[in-house]
């Protein structure tokens, strides 16, 4: 049966899942919050079809076996060098498991279901972005006429009280600059803020003894436990449906894209509260 309710909100998860764990966890999330509707996950950045086998075996792991599992763009918009170095994009995924190899699978284009779920909506969607943020730039950029169906767009990127190239932003800043300047309502939410969310060493292993098949990938993923497990993403699906979660301050910024050494820096133009 379709979960679907008046109240609940229409998402689509944008992710990297497969590098840093908080991705994992923060689609963990999601498939535990009655009050969102998860219409599909699409992939971004690099290996995006390894990194789809692992959204997919999550999601029919924690029950999701319907919501569709697209792929997105491998590569970003402009930009192939990152950090001075060229971009691997055949690096190995950090927290990728053997057990995805299984879930194999003819994943639908990333940009078309996209169109086509925002066409069809009813209900604005909200979009969630974890990762970069190259599949929301282009399709901002190529169809401008679907920007009414997007309720907002809740980021996990940049950093906006310490100068930092934050990494979501930083792999693709034509795109994060897209996105900010498009007129979209948006969330942005930090790395000043997601730091101060993680798992300790007594959270990992109380999640390693829950023994459901998520939580068990999960733990999987983690390989041991760590001093802190960073759960920037989960904050970002959280406040999707839970604004009143945290504080929200109002600013107009910009996207560093010329510097030799500020690619992807968050620049604030000024304090519009």
Known sequence: MERYEISMKNIIIDTDIGDDFDDAFALALAMQMPEVNILGVVTVFKNVDKRCKMARMML??????????CKGFSKP???REMFHKPIDFSEKLWSYVDDCDTYNGNFRDGFEFYTQTLEKSIKPVTIITLGAMTNVAYLLRERPDLMNKIEKIVVMGGAYDINYSEYNFSCDPEAAQ???E???PKLL????VTFK???NRKDQAALKNIGHPVTDVLSKMLGGEKDA???HDPLAVYTAAHEDFVKWRREKV???TTGNYTRGVVVKMCNCN
């Open 60 to 69: 029919d792991l924690g029950g999701f076996a319907q919501t569709e599992v």
């Open 77 to 79: 918009l402009k930009q």
């Open 178 to 180: 897209i996105v900010i």
């Open 182 to 184: 498009s007129p979209v």
């Open 189 to 192: 939410i930090g790395l000043d």
């Open 197 to 199: 969310c993680f798992l």
């Open 229 to 231: 497990v960073y759960l």
């Open 254 to 256: 910009v996207i560093e």
